[in-house]
């Protein structure tokens, strides 16, 4: 197998409808970014859904560090007053 | 807002947010509901339709040989869609043509002779290489999309419902080909020498597809007369070539007379075929 | 890369202080019932358990295309043509899904096709029996996809999430593909002397190869117990069978057609419905390359890849192309 015929991976992201986030879908291969975009189209929207889509190439994604997840994810945690549940004292008023 | 409506809100908003592959079938002319309620056509738009039937039937029997053969599996799932797309015009057609003789598209399709036909010679040539299938879907696909574009305006209401849904998917097979045509052209020496292979070979068949007949004057209003098509067509055509590398070649013009049921060689094969089954079984349901 | 902390642990005898946390931690996702995502560690035997099992799933459904994509030309009314064109779609669309879920494990698309063609990679053995009537769209839609989906469904929770989420979106998808086999039965059934006995001809050769298609009995499986350790796999290969064939033996009475398995019965003394003995060595004989179209599909699917190479080499030198003139 010649390395020179392989088309790089891309993810896809669909929005579903308008007013939603773009979600990530799956992925598929293509030789570039136009041929991505379509095959996306007709590979994760058969069937109505979409009404928009991106790609882009896997290996242009930066993740966070699953191994570093601890000093990552641990500071939200605790911090309850930044949700409204907290807040008890001024439950039962209204508009609030 | 009050909250069990705000919950109410949120709660779809939750449903449609979880889900990344919502699915609708969307609305959209179906030839089930030409068959329903469909106005019985004349004679003549009657034969009209069948030539634009018969085209999209020939061709997306064609197409419908390389699913599971494509040179990738994404482009299995494309050439997938135009070949349904294509189907769906076919039944569409043939089922509005149907309701002037009392007959289904199952019927027109699958019970009429070979010379019975109308299909053009180019939806009938081989698939040949992938080169040669890009090639058949840039010159068909520009056609057509130029066809049907004017066809919208007809007196016909339901050709022009027809034409509105289907102008919408040919331009998607134009792009299709136009990106292969470009990528194939330009790849490398192999791929372009295959495509001006490809070119060559289907170039005989494009005067047939913009030669007016007397239906086309029979029909003023309401068909669309093929050679007004064909300056338009030229120049995509010639647009697409050059940005590809290609050239239009410098062959002859088949005297081709499928409108007439005359056909070529490949026809008996492609209805030998398709038909098969379906005759060996008269008047079954499926 | 997960693979290199296995790589360089499997050197020492004794496993490192990172490796037991990271191995803990892996125990711990799958013990709470969550999911494993591509970048967390796992054990390397996990990753080679799963990837076999994607990648074959995805093999299966790219030359499950091939029964019935043979009856497409041929298919009896427009309608018809048009559904087994979306289903033999969609199963291409399915075997993406599981090749994209099986890269995130770390073995390229590209990897995974040559194992498939050179023979290494295995794929359901169902797809090597032969298509030869119309009424085996009908078979095949109502008992292989049944049995797909029935062993399909419980994986929508398995622990790996890429795969799972494949599962959901094909399992959803696939909804459409068992009823429209079904209902071609159901057609061929109420129709002519004709039809109806080709209806249950495709049962008859149908019946038993998808049956099989759960997998060896429980007590010659020896993979499955880790399976479902690891939650990948939810319930024993008996046990989907037995459900599955319970499902069918009540369906089959809607069509007015029989299964060919004259021991068929539910058992009230155990609560499970017990089938005839299946032929498992013509089961294995069909695995090692013996059944009738073992042959044909292979090279079909090397045909395909052959015809198209000068394509994708080609889209693969315009994108180089392109990109040398961007940057220029």
Known sequence: ?96 | MKSDELDATLDSFGDALASATRVTPGNALRPEDIAKDGVKPSEQIAQYALRLGDDSLILSQRMSHWVSRAPELEEDVALGNITLDLLGHARSFLTYAGLAWDKTEDDLAYFREEEEFTSLHIVEQDNGHFGVTIIRMLLVATYQHLLYTALMESADETLSAIAAKSVKEVDYHRDHAIQWTIRLGLGTEESAEKMRHALEILWPYIDEMFTDEPLHDQLEGVAVRPSTLRAAWDQEIAGVLDEAGLEVPNVPQAMCKGRQGEHSEYMGYILAEMQVLARKHPGATW | ?328
């Open chain 1, 1 to 96: 197998m010649s390395e020179k015929n392989i088309w790089p991976l891309w993810e896809v992201f669909v929005r579903s409808s308008r007013g939603l986030s773009h979600v990530h879908a799956g992925s598929l291969h293509a030789p570039d970014a136009e041929m991505a975009v379509r095959n996306a189209r007709d590979l994760y929207t058969r069937r109505n859904e979409g009404v928009s889509l991106w790609v882009v190439k896997s290996e242009d994604i930066i993740s966070s560090d699953p191994d570093s997840k601890d000093q990552f994810f641990e500071s939200p945690k605790g911090k309850d007053y930044r949700h409204a549940t907290y807040y008890k004292a001024s439950e039962g008023v209204k508009h609030l």
């Open chain 3, 1 to 328: 890369m997960a693979a290199t902390t296995q790589n360089d642990s499997q050197l020492s005898a004794v496993p490192s202080y990172e490796q037991e946390q990271a191995q803990a931690r892996f125990d711990a996702i799958i013990g709470d019932d969550s999911r494993i995502e591509p970048r967390d560690w796992m054990p390397e035997p996990y990753r080679k358990t799963l990837t076999r099992q994607v990648s074959q799933h995805a093999h299966s459904e790219i030359i499950g295309m091939q029964p019935e994509a043979n009856w497409i030309t041929r298919a009896p009314s427009l309608k018809r043509k048009a559904i087994l064109i979306a289903k033999v779609q969609d199963e291409a669309g399915h075997g993406l899904y599981l090749y994209s879920a099986a890269e995130t494990l770390g073995t390229s698309r590209d990897e995974l096709n040559d194992q498939l063609l050179t023979g290494r990679a295995k794929y359901s053995s169902i797809f090597n029996y032969p298509a030869r009537t119309w009424a085996d769209m009908g078979a095949i839609g109502w008992l292989v996809d049944g049995a797909a989906i029935a062993n399909q469904v419980p994986l929508c929770r398995a622990s790996y999430g890429p795969y799972g989420r494949a599962m959901v979106r094909i399992c959803k998808e696939e909804s459409f593909h068992q009823r429209q086999g079904f209902e071609i039965l159901l057609s061929l059934s109420r129709g002519t002397e004709a039809q109806k006995k080709m209806a249950q001809d495709a049962i008859n050769r149908f019946y038993e190869p998808s049956l099989m298609m759960f997998g060896p009995p429980d007590d010659q499986s020896p993979n499955s117990k880790q399976s479902m350790a690891w939650k990948i796999k939810r319930f024993s290969n008996d046990d989907l069978r037995q459900r599955f064939v319970g499902m069918i033996a009540e369906q089959v009475k809607v069509l007015g057609l029989t299964l060919p398995d004259p021991e068929l019965r539910f058992d009230e003394e155990t609560g499970k419905w017990l089938h005839k003995d299946l032929n498992w060595d013509e089961f294995m004989a069909v695995i090692k390359g013996g059944g009738p179209m073992n042959s044909q599909r292979m090279e079909r699917r090397r045909a395909a890849h052959r015809e198209g190479a000068w394509v994708r080499e080609a889209a693969a030198a315009y994108a180089n192309k392109q990109a040398q003139s961007e940057v220029a």
